[in-house]
């Protein structure tokens, strides 16, 4: 069993929709929550860095870290054709473990529709 | 533009050939991480450099892989008698050791082909 589990998809929305995106995991050593987005071809791009449980909100994007459940989200509103890409969560340890070395999952791929 | 650059982008090479790539991090950066990206896959973790000191390497780092950061700031990833597992995209990232340690920032990748 892998320590992050995320669903590949494809997940195809119209645009305007709220696309909900999650990743689960296994390890409750990790601390640091990020979700990065992936154009094609292109390498990982930051989009939200969390720490421990709770949401952060930045414009249109919103993640959720639920420690408890080992689940976290990450949800994009009004979605937009440009938002089309792979979503990829990423986890680390705290800071005295491992560095900052990342468990990604296997990412997400999203397509927004005209 | 300052981030984080790789070169060459994309190699061709034959099965037991050797390749050699690069990554120029960002410059304030003293942190600086390989990943490897199969198609499908999230990026896996190869190794990491504070400064120049290589502090961990995963076991995904074959004898036949080597990287090296001489002076602390550009890396190499060297790989020797190349076999078609190792066709992938070799991802190149850096961060600070202060204040958004976590924050990795990704280059655009190195994409190998073994033929």
């Known amino acids: 069993q892998k320590e992050v589990e995320q669903d590949p998809g494809p997940l195809s929305v119209p645009e305007g929709a709220i696309v909900s995106l999650n990743c689960t995991y296994s390890?409750?050593?990790?601390?640091?929550f990020m979700w990065y987005r992936q154009y094609s071809r292109k390498g990982p791009e930051l989009l939200m860095y969390?720490?421990?449980?709770g949401n952060k909100e930045d414009g249109r994007f919103t993640a959720q870290v639920d420690k408890s459940s080992k689940y976290i989200s990450l949800f994009i509103r009004d979605s937009q054709p440009s938002d089309s890409a792979t979503y990829l969560c990423a986890m680390k340890k705290g800071l005295t473990g491992g560095g900052n070395k990342l468990t990604f999952g296997t990412g997400t791929q999203l397509k927004v529709e005209l | 533009d300052t981030g984080v650059s790789q070169d060459p982008r994309h190699k061709i090479t034959k099965r037991g050939q050797n390749v050699t790539f690069r990554c120029d991090p960002i410059?304030?950066?003293?942190?600086l991480y390989w990943y490897r990206q199969t198609l499908g896959q999230g990026p896996e973790f190869l190794t990491y450099f504070q400064n120049e000191a290589q502090l961990e390497k995963s076991r995904l780092l074959s004898d036949r892989f080597s990287a090296e950061r001489p002076k602390g700031s550009f890396s190499t990833l060297e790989i020797q008698r190349t076999e078609q597992g190792d066709s992938a995209m070799y991802l190149c990232?850096?961060?600070?050791?202060?204040?958004?340690?976590?924050?990795?920032?990704f280059g655009e990748g190195s994409r190998l082909t073994v033929l």
């Open positions: 990232a850096s961060s600070s050791q202060g204040k958004g340690a976590g924050e990795l920032f």
């Open positions: 390890n409750s050593a990790f601390q640091y």
């Open positions: 969390t720490y421990s449980s």
């Open positions: 410059s304030e950066h003293n942190r």
